[in-house]
């Protein structure tokens, strides 16, 4: 149990909340306040993380550089997806997004040449040469952490993640507070009395995919970042459902609801691989890891009924009619 | 008096039924003209086709000379003209008073560059905004409910709604769907009053869908008679109601 009283654990588990806090915020945009059914949001993710690793490695680019040009790639990516499918009636939207997230796996999976394929972005640069992309990124973190006088990595990671979630948090929180704002809430309420009263619904919805697909790019980097080495295999939709359960979980259309889900995800599925006592060990360990699922699963069933709203959502404006 | 609005040989085809089967009349500018005809005459489809949330099969429709028959719904909006629906389509889950600050027009702040390039001009346009979004509730007497939410409405209240939203819109030419339908008689006086005197004060012109024969009769200055997606007579009520066709396409030949 000495894992439990580790610091050093539980600074990684706020930083992969923080992670999922941006990824879900780019859903809440695009679900919350836009009603686009998003199912693949990962590959705005991989396509971040991908550019980024690539202009590094390949293409010898600062970080500086690099970072940004893969949010702009993500941010291409959800205008190109939304570009044909967005006239799609909402249920056809969401089978072609979870295509799209698969095509971007699959792609960085055969594109050996580029992204380095099944062996992930250790293979990017010349063969024999295990490449790096986060050189960059490791000077500035231990310039912050000198700063800040920080003994751990870790929890200079957290403070880094975490102020780059409460900044994009605040700024998408005003964003939806403007008269923009309004009129996304109104597309997603009714687009043809959008559209009656003049407003370009579907200019509206491509902005709020790209948005939240360039949001995704942002969470790409710092998943890059955290973990030092990516392959296609973490960019399995899995993820994006994770996003999904955040969402149900922290409220819908709520942009504060967001870090709160991402947050009890997070614990939740943390602690419980610490369920080492029975019944749970009469599971084989390995088989244990779904046990986590299923009680995410039963909160989110349990919250359904008696909470239909999440954690922070708001009751009035899911009944009326 | 000119016309404000020509439809010239509209067709609206599904597949093999053509709801909307040559239909061709105009409206007068500042007029009242009521639609009328039995059900699955085509008013429905063809207000649908004027808006822009249908595109004709064939025919033009030409609005203060303009044609726009090809334009997308939210361009004939912006052009001027402004529907409402049978059942009002107010956006319960925004308050009152957003649903009329929503019908702001070349609002700086609804587009993303405007809210970081011209944050001022899109504050000073909220302010006029909500200036007029309050004149309007009060005249159609929904000041006292501005900030709930539109879903706690009656239907009759809906209806004030979102002809108070339509007005924010500064439309030329506005397309009723049915606006007494589903509004207790009581609110039904006031809703026509309001109409009348709106035209009246702004010039505005309606096309009014209705199957309330006593508001139509009373409300437009001249009636189009639809039936099987042709026009069969148009004319003033008292014209109208003299037509023998008029009569027998609501009731039937054998009567």
Redesign the interface.
């Known amino acids: 149990m000495s894992i439990l009283a580790s610091g050093g654990f539980w600074a990684f588990v706020g930083v992969v909340a923080g992670i999922y806090t941006i990824l879900s915020l780019g859903l809440q945009v695009q679900f919350g306040f836009a009603g686009l059914l998003n199912f693949g949001q990962v590959g705005f993710m991989a396509l971040g993380a991908y550019t980024m690793a690539i202009l590094v490695v390949k293409e010898g680019w600062s970080m500086w550089l690099a970072a940004p040009l893969g949010v702009v790639a993500a941010a291409v990516g959800g205008l190109l997806l939304g570009l044909p499918t967005l006239r799609l009636r909402a249920d056809y939207f969401a089978i072609v997004t979870i295509a799209f997230s698969e095509i971007i796996r699959y792609v960085a999976t055969n594109e050996t040449s580029l992204t380095g394929g099944t062996q992930g972005t250790i293979a990017l640069g010349p063969i024999g040469t295990a490449s790096q992309y986060n050189g960059g990124w490791s000077t500035f973190q231990t310039y912050v952490q000198r700063t800040l006088g920080f003994s751990s990595a870790d929890a200079t990671m957290l403070v880094i993640v975490w102020a780059v979630a409460v900044v994009l948090l605040t700024l998408t929180w005003l964003a939806l507070r403007t008269p923009w704002g309004r009129v996304l809430r109104a597309v997603r309420d009714d687009e043809d009395a959008a559209a009656s009263l003049g407003k370009n619904v579907f200019a509206y919805k491509l902005q709020a995919l790209a948005l939240g697909a360039a949001l995704a790019g942002v969470a790409g980097l710092f998943y890059a970042w955290e973990f030092s080495f990516f392959s296609p295999d973490d960019f399995e939709p899995l993820l994006t459902f994770f996003a999904w359960m955040i969402l149900l979980l922290g409220g819908i259309g709520r942009v504060w609801a967001v870090p709160v889900g991402a947050l009890v995800f997070g614990f939740i599925f943390a602690g419980t691989r610490f369920l080492n006592f029975a019944p749970f060990t009469w599971v084989a360990s390995d088989e244990r890891a779904y046990i986590r699922l299923i009680i995410i699963g039963l909160i989110i069933l349990v919250l359904v009924v008696l909470r239909p709203q999440g954690l922070l959502g708001n009751r009035r404006e899911m009944v009326l009619e | 008096m000119s016309a404000i609005l020509e439809v010239e040989n509209v067709v609206r085809a599904f597949g093999a039924i053509r709801a909307v089967d040559g239909a061709t009349f105009t409206v007068e500018e500042h007029s009242v003209t009521g639609l009328i005809g039995p059900n699955g005459a085509g008013k429905t489809t063809l207000f649908a086709t004027i808006?822009g949330?249908l595109k004709p099969s064939s025919g033009r429709i030409v609005f203060s000379g303009r044609r726009i028959d090809r334009k997308?719904?939210?361009?004939v909006?912006?052009a001027g003209v402004?529907?409402t629906?049978q059942a009002a389509?107010?956006?319960?889950?925004?308050s009152v008073l957003?649903n009329l600050?929503?019908?702001?027009?070349d609002?700086p702040?609804?587009?993303?560059t405007?809210?970081v390039l011209r944050p001022r001009a899109?504050r000073d346009h909220?302010r006029r905004t909500r200036a007029r979004a309050l004149e309007l509730l009060a005249l159609v007497g929904l000041d006292s409910h501005a900030h709930a939410?539109a879903?706690?409405l009656s239907g009759g209240q809906r209806k004030l709604l979102d002809l108070a939203?339509v007005l924010m819109?500064e439309p030329s030419l506005v397309l009723l769907d049915e606006p007494m339908a589903g509004v207790a008689p009581t609110l039904r006086i006031e809703l026509l009053e309001h109409i009348l005197a709106v035209r009246r004060e702004l010039g505005i012109t309606f096309l009014v869908v209705e199957h309330d024969l006593d508001f139509v009769m009373q409300a437009a200055d001249r009636v189009v008679v639809m039936n099987e997606g042709r026009v069969l007579a148009i004319g003033t009520p008292a014209e109208v109601r003299a037509n023998e066709q008029v009569v027998d396409a609501y009731l039937g030949t054998a009567h």
């Open positions: 808006a949330s997308p719904a939210y361009r909006a912006r402004v529907r629906y389509r107010v956006l319960t889950r925004m957003d600050l929503l019908a702001s027009k609002h702040g609804e587009g993303l405007g809210i899109s909220e939410y879903g706690t939203r819109l």
